[in-house]
């Protein structure tokens, strides 16, 4: 299925109905009327739902992804320096296809087009404004589908994907051992998957307290590590800076 969704660039596939849009969108899909997300989605914390809101996917890059690593990483970390280490891991190569899971506005998805522009890329979220946002910012590229789907159930089939990267939407998953399932069963073995991810810095820490109540949780590092071993995935390196970590997996 990945060539098959690759052969159809810049068009959004909503999983619910299996509807292929042409871009521009001209007919909007069948959505909950408030939030667009897929009927089959139930958001279960504000963090969920707070990303299928329009003016989320609006604000997302210029605001919060802007200066977000500068925070999280104490100044150690741009963005650009952040995305700079995931391609490091995940070591792009042409013609190779990867999922961005969790994909927001696409920023890691653009980076791994913009090092490998043969590369073809998946890009995955259960908000159609943050999908739409991610086309807008990679529509010149050549090999990218967008697909509107519950992170918990892949519509792709097991050992099909050469690679992933995830920023960031570890932490405000309700279920991320079944996420981080899914993405082990659709991934090569032996595959990479480069996860960026929040970490305690402290026993509890003031970022661990405002978020928290949100739906966005905080682990320490040993328990995220066995989070990954127990979906199925090999640690194989991974960089911090204050509370962001990106960890290099493989899919065993």
């Not at 052969?7 to 009327?33: A, C, F, S, W």
Request: with cysteine.
């Amino acid at each position: 299925m990945p060539d098959e969704l690759l052969l159809k660039p810049g068009r959004i596939l909503h999983y619910q109905t299996g509807r292929m849009l042409p871009q521009p969108v001209r007919k909007r899909i069948k959505e909950d009327q408030d939030t667009g997300a897929p009927l089959r989605f139930q958001p279960a914390s504000m963090a969920e739902r707070s990303n299928l809101w329009r003016l989320t996917a609006l604000v997302y890059e210029p605001l919060w992804r802007r200066y977000s690593t500068g925070i999280l990483t104490r100044g150690a970390w741009s963005l650009r320096e952040e995305c700079d280490i995931v391609l490091e891991m995940l070591e792009p190569v042409r013609g190779a296809n990867y999922l961005d899971l969790g994909c927001s506005t696409g920023v890691y998805a653009r980076a791994v087009l913009e090092r490998e522009p043969e590369a073809g890329m998946i890009l995955v979220d259960y908000s159609l404004p943050m999908l739409r946002k991610a086309r807008m910012k990679t529509d010149s590229d050549a090999r990218a589908v967008y697909l509107q789907c519950d992170a918990g159930a892949l519509p792709l089939p097991a050992n099909s994907l050469d690679g992933a990267v995830m920023g960031g939407t570890l932490n405000e998953l309700s279920e991320p051992e079944q996420v981080l399932s899914e993405l082990a069963r659709v991934l090569k073995k032996g595959a990479t998957a480069v996860v960026m991810h929040l970490v305690r810095t402290g026993n509890p820490t003031l970022l661990t307290k405002i978020l928290s109540p949100g739906g966005v949780w905080i682990p320490d590092e040993e328990n995220a590590d066995l989070l990954f071993r127990s979906a199925g995935f090999d640690l194989a390196n991974s960089r911090r800076a204050g509370a962001m970590r990106i960890t290099r997996l493989r899919a065993k």
